[in-house]
Protein backbone atom coordinates (compact mmCIF):
# COMPACT_ATOMS: atom_id res chain seq x y z
CA UNK A 1 0.00 0.00 0.00
CA UNK A 2 1.35 3.50 -0.81
CA UNK A 3 1.25 5.86 2.01
CA UNK A 4 2.22 10.08 1.44
CA UNK A 5 4.31 11.09 4.54
CA UNK A 6 3.84 14.50 5.81
CA UNK A 7 6.43 15.46 7.97
CA UNK A 8 7.90 17.96 10.23
CA UNK A 9 11.69 18.13 11.45
CA UNK A 10 12.75 18.85 14.77
CA UNK A 11 14.73 22.17 14.99
CA UNK A 12 17.69 19.83 16.50
CA UNK A 13 17.77 17.86 13.54
CA UNK A 14 17.68 20.21 10.64
CA UNK A 15 21.35 20.54 10.11
CA UNK A 16 21.46 16.41 10.77
CA UNK A 17 20.00 16.14 7.21
CA UNK A 18 22.32 13.38 6.09
CA UNK A 19 22.24 11.15 9.54
CA UNK A 20 18.89 11.74 9.90
CA UNK A 21 17.69 10.13 6.68
CA UNK A 22 20.12 7.29 6.60
CA UNK A 23 18.64 5.82 9.89
CA UNK A 24 15.18 6.03 8.56
CA UNK A 25 16.40 4.80 5.63
CA UNK A 26 17.65 2.26 7.20
CA UNK A 27 14.38 2.10 9.60
CA UNK A 28 12.20 1.66 6.55
CA UNK A 29 14.41 -1.10 4.98
CA UNK A 30 14.12 -2.92 8.28
CA UNK A 31 10.46 -2.90 8.35
CA UNK A 32 9.94 -3.71 4.66
CA UNK A 33 8.75 -0.05 3.35
CA UNK A 34 10.08 1.14 0.56
CA UNK A 35 10.66 4.63 -0.05
CA UNK A 36 9.51 6.11 -3.72
CA UNK A 37 10.57 10.09 -3.12
CA UNK A 38 11.37 12.69 -1.30
CA UNK A 39 10.57 16.34 -1.32
CA UNK A 40 10.95 18.80 0.60
CA UNK A 41 8.69 21.92 1.02
CA UNK A 42 8.10 25.29 2.68
CA UNK A 43 4.86 25.98 5.11
CA UNK A 44 3.70 23.60 7.38
CA UNK A 45 5.39 20.58 6.54
CA UNK A 46 9.13 20.48 6.07
CA UNK A 47 8.87 17.57 3.52
CA UNK A 48 6.45 14.79 2.06
CA UNK A 49 7.47 11.34 1.08
CA UNK A 50 5.79 8.98 -0.98
CA UNK A 51 6.57 5.17 0.44
CA UNK A 52 5.19 1.68 -0.19
CA UNK A 53 4.34 -0.72 3.20
CA UNK A 54 3.74 -4.02 3.46
CA UNK A 55 0.90 -3.28 5.86
CA UNK A 56 -0.65 -0.40 7.70
CA UNK A 57 1.50 -1.54 11.22
CA UNK A 58 4.71 -1.25 9.58
CA UNK A 59 3.71 2.44 8.54
CA UNK A 60 2.53 2.98 12.12
CA UNK A 61 5.95 1.29 13.67
CA UNK A 62 7.50 3.55 11.44
CA UNK A 63 5.90 6.78 13.09
CA UNK A 64 5.91 5.65 16.14
CA UNK A 65 10.01 4.89 15.71
CA UNK A 66 10.40 8.23 13.79
CA UNK A 67 9.00 10.26 16.64
CA UNK A 68 10.72 7.99 18.90
CA UNK A 69 14.00 9.62 17.83
CA UNK A 70 13.40 13.04 18.23
CA UNK A 71 13.31 13.73 14.06
CA UNK A 72 10.15 15.30 14.59
CA UNK A 73 6.40 13.85 13.45
CA UNK A 74 4.55 12.30 10.73
CA UNK A 75 1.40 12.17 9.32
CA UNK A 76 0.66 8.85 7.41
CA UNK A 77 -2.19 9.21 3.92
CA UNK A 78 -3.39 5.83 2.50
CA UNK A 79 -2.86 7.05 -1.49
CA UNK A 80 -5.22 4.88 -3.64
CA UNK A 81 -4.10 4.66 -7.26
CA UNK A 82 -7.02 5.99 -9.27
CA UNK A 83 -8.35 2.80 -10.61
CA UNK A 84 -9.15 1.90 -7.18
CA UNK A 85 -11.01 4.68 -6.33
CA UNK A 86 -12.60 4.52 -9.60
CA UNK A 87 -13.71 1.16 -8.08
CA UNK A 88 -14.54 2.69 -4.46
CA UNK A 89 -16.75 4.82 -6.68
CA UNK A 90 -18.40 2.94 -8.57
CA UNK A 91 -19.24 0.68 -5.12
CA UNK A 92 -20.59 3.61 -3.42
CA UNK A 93 -22.69 5.21 -6.18
CA UNK A 94 -24.84 1.82 -6.36
Given at each position: ?24 E ?10 D?IH ?32 G ?22
Open positions: MKYVLLGTLDAAWAGKQTDRVKKAAKLKELGIKLTYTQGRFDFVDVVDAPDPEAMLSFSVWYAAQGFRLESLPAFEAKIFEAATKKAMK
